[in-house]
């Protein structure tokens, strides 16, 4: 029971898919609801709480500097936009008119998704590269000119390049002064993420505030080179620019920044054990009500723990069906997006401890509803 759902008459959410925008990306932990309320209780430079936020996220993810955006989408917007007025600030106010600016974003074609549209805001062209072919390197050669403002490259499983590695594109983009932007907002666990692409030579690299971190659902942050998160600090804070209505408020300053300080000190195999237990626990709990369920690898966009991967070919509904009828109980429960008609998984990422039992007896209590 939470009364203030139960005041606005919504009803709550277990969460057995993953750290979705939709109901809410993830939970905080408590601190950095208390991080949230211990700056809400002073006015501060904001432009002073956001530089010494970012010098210890920089210090935290081991990279030369970062800056904290409203989520990676708005990061998305910011690094982009700092590509093309890097060499002419002055004229950062200026977007999204993009005369006499770089104007063109370089992406790979399987790479292309709906967080484009924070690309479109900044008034940059996108440029789409075929992803397949002998020769992927060569077309990323010659699609390089004097327009082109950076490369932007989405690390998520399903979306690498069967001839090109990540390794190849930063080095033929830097050999020829091309910024190459990471987009890797769902890519934690693992930890080292956090400065595996940046010491691989990505110039900026984006994460999600609210998806594993469980900071602020409202923001996210970019790493990278000092001189390329510089210019994203035109698009930051109180300044007039296309950043402006993606403002970050000092309580998911603070909030952010205890997510992440709580991230890099966790024990990433106590975690990964407690997903995986949780994940053991869901199986033999089915198992027992005679429904087959078993461990699957890997995460939803390819982490290192398990999901739990419950087989419905015997039973008497389809997964499509199990995913209906969980959303529109009460609570209701999310799982992922079944993919084939005898199979459905949860994500033991999000459900809370108390919440696993209650999901085992939905799901009897549907089955029993459609015997
Ligand atoms: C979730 C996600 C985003 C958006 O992140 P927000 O923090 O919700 O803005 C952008 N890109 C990718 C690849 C994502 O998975």
Known sequence: MNSFYDRLG???????????????GSIMPQEVIQAMIEASRNFVSLEELHLAVGARIAELTRNEAAVVTSGAAAGLTVSVAACMTLNEPSRAIELPRTEGLRGEVLIFGNQRNGFLKSVDLTGARIVELNEQGPDTAKQLEEAIHDQTACLLYFDTIGYALSDLSLEHIIR?????????????????????????????????VIFSGGKTLRGPQSSGFIVGKLAYIEACRLFIGARESIGRPMKVGKE???????????????????VKEAHDRLAQSLCDQLSEAGIQAA???????????SLVRVDCSALSLRSDEFAEKLWSGTP?????S???????????????????VIIVNRLKEILSENA
């Open 172 to 204: 033929i983009c830097k050999a020829r002064g091309v910024p190459v932007i990471v987009d890797a907002a769902a890519q934690l666990p693992p930890v080292e993420n956090l400065w595996r692409y940046t010491e691989m030579g990505a110039d900026m």
């Open 295 to 305: 461990l699957t690898y890997p995460g939803p966009t390819g982490q290192d723990y």
């Open 338 to 356: 079944p993919s084939d008609p005898d199979t459905f998984t949860l994500n033991p990422l999000h459900i809370q401890e108390q919440e696993a």
């Open 332 to 336: 209701s429960i999310l799982i992922p």
């Open 252 to 270: 998911e300053l603070a909030g952010i920044l205890a997510a992440i300080e709580r991230y890099v000190g966790l024990d990433s195999g106590l």
């Open 10 to 24: 919504i009803k709550t959410v277990i969460n057995a898919a993953d750290s979705y925008t939709m109901i809410g």
